[in-house]
């Protein structure tokens, strides 16, 4: 009979051998648990979510911004249609905020106020944000003379009062003689039946106001970008584009800026806050929104001028701009600190 062959022993690992093995292990068990990296905005998103203020905010806009939009639309009332027998009134079931001097529903008007307010702080920003980004872009990647030459006009723009700025800009070209209003009327006269009908002026001054906040208010940003450039141009990513021919615009538009995103949006948040504060402003000044049209700037003038006889036509309207205010104003502070690179291992 043969023997049943007998198991071959193993051979005793050395320490050293199983302490490659365990790490081996831990590697692997720990590649599979993180599943990758996170990426910049990944982050940002992450930080940003355990900011309660900033979301709290972000919900309050988004619920301000769709009650402009809805409540005007939704009402029974018109936000420009007098009632001289109803007069001013206190919040009723009729009317929830009250109604003004002239017996119009306040909540229509509030809300509708609200659509040019925003429209006014975004409008105007987008256009700082397209005239700084690209001025700012091309002075930083550039540099020398160019760079010199850019931020000296800056520099010189900045000496002038922004607020006496806009003032002048309103008082000297938004009127109705002037030659900005009759290229308006020539370019809306296609698209209406009667282009100098002068409900069509307060509209003229809206998009006035539009260029004008935008077109003043675009020098910080063009700081920014350009420190931000600078700082990015002599990176490596920019030399590997450089070597393989790409050309100048492309590498300011498509690596420079792109990766200057985060400062940028910041900024951006806190601008708009910025051109609605100095909408209103020009609005109690009378250079801003006229009638029929309406801005909280404009009512809150309006309610500043009776509210010793009746506080609810300046309590609602200036509510809404406080609130509108601090909130985007936590939201852009929750934006910078969860975009800060300083932060990404917290």
Same mark, same amino acid.
């Given at each position: 009979?043969?023997?049943?062959?007998?198991?071959?022993?193993?051979?005793?690992? *050395?320490?050293?051998?199983?302490?490659?093995? /365990?790490?081996?292990?831990?590697?692997?068990?720990?590649?599979?648990? $993180?599943? +990758?990296?996170?990426?910049?905005?990944?982050?940002?998103?992450?930080?940003?979510?355990?900011?309660?203020?900033?979301?709290?905010?972000?919900?309050?806009?988004?619920?301000?911004?769709?009650?402009?939009?809805?409540?005007?639309?939704? *009402?029974?009332?018109?936000?420009?249609?007098?009632?001289?027998?109803?007069?001013?009134? @206190?919040? &009723? !079931?009729?009317?929830?905020?009250?109604?003004?001097?002239?017996?119009?529903?306040?909540?229509?008007?509030?809300?509708?106020?609200?659509?040019? *307010?925003?429209?006014?702080?975004?409008? !105007?920003?987008?256009? *700082?944000?397209?005239?700084?980004?690209?001025?700012?872009?091309?002075?930083?990647?550039? +540099?020398?003379?160019?760079?010199?030459?850019?931020?000296?006009?800056?520099?010189?723009?900045?000496?002038?009062?922004?607020? $006496?700025? %806009?003032?002048?800009?309103?008082?000297?070209?938004?009127?109705?003689? +002037?030659? #900005?209003?009759?290229?308006?009327?020539?370019?809306?006269?296609?698209?209406?039946?009667?282009?100098?009908?002068? &409900?069509?002026?307060?509209?003229?001054?809206?998009?006035?106001?539009? !260029?004008?906040?935008?077109? $003043?208010?675009?020098?910080?940003?063009?700081?920014? %970008?350009?420190?931000?450039?600078?700082? #990015?141009?002599?990176?490596?990513?920019?030399?590997? !584009?450089?070597?393989?021919?790409?050309?100048?615009?492309?590498?300011?538009?498509?690596?420079?800026? @792109?990766?200057?995103?985060? @400062?940028?949006? %910041?900024?951006?948040?806190?601008?708009?806050?910025?051109?609605? /504060?100095?909408?209103? =402003?020009?609005?109690?000044?009378?250079?801003?929104?006229?009638?029929?049209?309406?801005?909280?700037? /404009?009512?809150?003038? +309006?309610?500043?001028?009776?509210?010793?006889?009746? @506080?609810?036509?300046?309590?609602?309207?200036? #509510?809404? #701009?406080?609130?509108?205010?601090?909130? =985007?104003?936590? /939201?852009?502070?929750?934006?910078?600190?969860?975009?800060?690179?300083?932060?990404?291992?917290?």
């Amino acid at each position: 009979m043969t023997r049943p062959a007998e198991p071959t022993p193993r051979r005793p690992q *050395s320490r050293g051998s199983e302490r490659d093995a /365990l790490v081996d292990t831990e590697v692997t068990g720990d590649l599979e648990q $993180i599943g +990758g990296g996170h990426s910049l905005w990944s982050d940002a998103f992450r930080r940003l979510k355990k900011n309660r203020a900033a979301l709290v905010s972000a919900v309050i806009l988004g619920a301000m911004l769709l009650g402009c939009i809805v409540v005007p639309e939704l *009402s029974q009332w018109d936000y420009a249609k007098a009632d001289l027998e109803i007069g001013p009134t @206190p919040p &009723s !079931a009729a009317h929830w905020m009250g109604t003004d001097y002239l017996g119009r529903d306040l909540m229509v008007r509030v809300f509708f106020g609200g659509r040019i *307010s925003f429209a006014v702080g975004v409008i !105007a920003t987008l256009v *700082s944000f397209v005239i700084g980004v690209t001025w700012g872009g091309i002075a930083g990647y550039f +540099g020398k003379r160019i760079d010199g030459l850019m931020m000296r006009l800056v520099d010189v723009m900045y000496t002038f009062p922004f607020l $006496i700025m %806009v003032i002048l800009l309103q008082v000297f070209f938004a009127n109705k003689d +002037g030659a #900005l209003h009759e290229l308006f009327k020539a370019s809306i006269r296609p698209f209406v039946e009667d282009a100098a009908a002068p &409900s069509w002026f307060p509209i003229f001054q809206i998009c006035f106001i539009f !260029a004008a906040l935008g077109s $003043i208010s675009w020098l910080t940003m063009a700081r920014i %970008v350009r420190g931000q450039v600078i700082a #990015l141009r002599e990176q490596p990513f920019v030399e590997a !584009a450089r070597s393989i021919g790409v050309g100048h615009w492309a590498i300011v538009f498509r690596h420079l800026l @792109p990766n200057s995103l985060g @400062p940028i949006i %910041v900024y951006t948040t806190l601008t708009i806050p910025a051109i609605m /504060l100095t909408e209103a =402003f020009l609005s109690f000044l009378g250079l801003g929104t006229q009638e029929p049209l309406a801005s909280w700037g /404009l009512l809150t003038a +309006g309610g500043a001028e009776t509210m010793a006889i009746y @506080p609810w036509l300046l309590i609602f309207p200036a #509510l809404m #701009l406080a609130i509108t205010l601090f909130c =985007f104003n936590f /939201l852009g502070d929750g934006l910078r600190d969860a975009l800060d690179p300083r932060m990404r291992k917290d």
